[in-house]
């Protein structure tokens, strides 16, 4: 079975803000992949279905970014799941270009509460991960203020696709593995080691 995570705020406030990026991305593989659910269990929303044959289980935590390694951690308890081969998350990335995707099989949090708190509760940093680059903040920006902030402008509609193709991405992996994935969708040159 495949846990594909997608991190985000739960509240209508945050579904258009660049830390939504996993959230919106876990919506359209749902959509594409007529995923069953949702239901809220382990303090996420929760839905189950099969890619490729495969038992697949869709989860966005209801935690808030910075507590959703609680709801990881229940979830890959409970089904019994090796996060480092069987778990993808997918979250947003302030040093990609917004717009491009990163996939890695492993790596620390860099500055990314929502998988620093999914590190702390799994005890390791090796599970697969899919970075929805949004963008850098701009100079004499809060970080805070920009990933809580609604995307606008070209923004949006570069991170609107980027989303759909992560969405193909995740699919891919569970078919064709991460390797392959890696090759046809990792996008963008990374600009620090995260």
């Given at each position: ?6 991190l985000?705020?739960p ?38 279905g099969?890619v ?9 935590p ?7 390694g ?5 979830v890959?308890?409970?089904?019994k799941?090796?996060?480092?081969k069987?778990l993808?998350?997918?979250c947003d ?6 717009g491009?995707?990163?996939i890695?099989?492993?790596?620390s ?11 702390l ?10 970075r929805?680059g949004?963008g ?8 805070a ?11 949006k509609?570069?991170i ?20 392959k994935?890696?090759?046809r ?10």
């Open positions: 079975m495949y846990v594909i995570v997608g985000g705020n509240g209508r406030e945050y579904a258009e803000t660049r830390h939504n990026a996993g959230f919106r991305t876990v919506d359209a593989f749902i959509e594409e992949h007529h995923i069953d659910g949702p239901q809220v269990k382990f303090r996420a929303m929760i839905g189950k099969t490729g044959g495969e038992k697949v289980l869709c989860v966005k209801l935690t808030y970014m910075n507590l959703s609680e709801a990881v951690r229940a890959c308890d409970f089904y799941v090796d996060p480092t069987e993808i998350v997918i990335d302030i040093a990609i270009p917004a491009h995707l990163r890695r099989k492993k790596g949090a860099g500055s990314h509460n929502g998988l620093e708190n999914i590190i509760h799994l005890g390791t940093q090796d599970f697969i991960r899919i929805v949004v850098d903040k701009p100079e004499g920006w809060d970080l203020d920009h990933v809580l902030a609604k995307i606008t402008g070209p923004d509609t570069a609107e696709e980027a989303e759909k193709t992560a969405a193909k991405a995740a699919a891919s992996i569970i078919t064709d593995g991460v390797d994935a890696m090759n969708y990792n996008t963008a040159k990374e600009r620090r080691n995260v």
